[in-house]
């Protein structure tokens, strides 16, 4: 199968650290994205994992373990404009080129 | 660039008449997409296109679904007849297969379609 799972919805405060959790199960691992999508626009890319660890790109890393099938963003000094939907999506099974994607996180920051 | 193209932005249509989106994705990208997302099925691959050709279709929903790609520019999903259960909004995304696995897509600002 090729199942992902999020929280739904998670709140934070200006100025704190989140971390959004992924979890997934896929019979052929090629990678691991997260796309940011604020309210009515369109998703936009924020990072892509293959090997395990760490990727640091400014406020925002991303971590995976490929063998618990499990990744997260890690979003510091969280700021108003980090209030999106956050996806997390793999590559599917069959190739590199089609991506599935989780229902995402709603995240609302609050002052 | 740009960036991916879609157009309208907005469509409100009724039940029973033909729905044409339209997309033009970013110069030089290989592969487009088209998506649909809502609340209750989250973001879903309808259909995509590697240098023009229909390569995976599983994701249309049936056969009032169909999608062209008649050049490297331009492609359109077009519905009909359209349904009030097709009401989503349509995102168009393309990506350039420049690193093979990394092959990061670019989405348009989709189409936010209601039918009555």
């Known amino acids: 199968g090729q199942n992902i799972d999020q929280p739904t919805e998670m709140t934070a405060t200006e100025g704190a650290i989140v971390q959004i959790n992924c979890t997934y199960q896929t019979s052929g691992f090629n990678g691991l994205f997260w796309y940011q999508q604020h309210a009515g626009e369109a998703p936009t890319f924020l990072s892509y994992n293959v090997l395990d660890g760490l990727e640091e790109k400014g406020r925002f890393s991303s971590f995976l373990s490929r063998s618990k099938g499990y990744s997260y963003l890690l979003l510091k000094e969280l700021q108003m404009k980090d209030s999106a939907s956050y996806l997390c999506?793999?590559?599917?099974?069959?190739?590199?080129?089609?991506?599935?994607f989780g229902a995402g996180t709603r995240l609302a920051v609050h002052p | 660039d740009a960036g991916v193209i879609q157009s309208p932005r907005h469509e409100v249509t009724e039940m029973g008449q033909e729905v044409t989106l339209r997309c033009k994705p970013i110069s030089g990208h290989d592969y487009l997409f088209w998506y649909r997302q809502t609340m209750m099925r989250g973001l879903e691959l309808l259909i995509y296109f590697n240098n023009n050709v229909p390569i995976d279709d599983s994701g249309m929903p049936e056969d009032r679904f169909s999608a062209k790609m008649p050049n490297a520019s331009f492609s359109t999903l077009k519905i009909q007849p359209s349904e009030p259960r097709d009401s989503a909004v349509y995102f168009c995304?393309?990506?350039?297969?420049?690193?093979?696995?990394?092959?990061?897509?670019?989405f348009g600002a989709g189409t936010r379609l209601s039918v009555l």
């Open positions: 995304a393309s990506s350039f297969q420049a690193e093979l696995a990394k092959n990061i897509q670019y």
């Open positions: 999506a793999h590559h599917s099974s069959g190739g590199y080129n089609k991506l599935i």
